[in-house]
């Protein structure tokens, strides 16, 4: 069990460090512009999926961990241990992220946010939104990687296709979390709670949902 722990808190501390820095970074030298960070973001989980799937299964997201829950793909006494480590390598990935590149808070606000996610417009707007994108994600993911007649080598890289295409749209509204992780560890790091909650609500909602379509309509042409 501890190896798909360290598999989980890992991978997801290299996708907060690099999502969430390349955000950063952009700020600081404006050199890798919104569609940049979205490929980061969708790069980065194509290399994880095929680095730890074989190990953890390769959530790096507690709604991706709580819809497998829902759907009996996953037993319940590892949610807690799950999701404790990936927000653990979330936060771990915020401070590093907070240490190397603090020098330019003072400038640069979205360093000093440490890429946490923010609406842009309402409250509504980025709950639909991140509920919407997080319910599509979780589609992919069940279609490609659980039904029994996905070609599953290819589900990295349709999951990975399906951030990146997702981060690049929604981005500028939401920030596309589609991961309560991804938004927690900046949002602890910083200080800056401030609709946090849309993150982790809606994400978790949105991949609940979409796990009961797959059961219901889907799973059973497996």
């Known amino acids: 069990m501890y190896k798909k722990l360290a598999a989980e808190s890992l991978g997801t501390f290299i996708l907060v460090f690099a999502g969430t820095g390349a955000i950063m970074i952009n700020d600081i030298a404006n050199a890798i512009g919104h569609v940049g960070i979205a490929m980061t973001f969708g790069f980065v989980i194509v290399a994880l999926i095929y680095s730890f799937a074989h190990v953890s299964g390769a959530h790096f997201n507690p709604a991706v961990t709580i819809a497998f829950w829902t759907m009996g793909e996953f037993h319940r006494k590892n949610v807690i241990p799950y999701i404790s480590a990936q927000v653990f390598g979330a936060i771990l990935a915020s401070i590093c992220l907070y240490f190397l590149l603090n020098e330019n808070f003072n400038s640069v606000s979205e360093v000093s946010y440490l890429g946490s996610t923010l609406p842009r417009g309402s409250e ?94 889907f799973k059973s042409e497996n």
């Not at 039904?147 to 981060?167: N, P, Q, R, Y």
């Open 124 to 217: 509504s707007q980025a709950f639909g939104f991140e509920f919407i994108l997080t319910f599509i994600l979780m589609i992919v993911i069940c279609s490609s990687a659980v039904h029994g007649k996905a070609t599953k080598d290819f589900a990295g890289l349709a999951i990975g296709l399906t951030v990146g295409l997702e981060s690049m749209f929604a981005g500028p509204i939401t920030g596309a979390s589609m991961n309560p992780a991804r938004s927690i560890g900046p949002a602890i790091v910083s200080g800056n709670f401030e609709h946090l909650w849309i993150y982790i609500l809606a994400t978790c909602l949105g991949a609940m949902a979409a796990s009961m379509v797959f059961l219901k309509i």
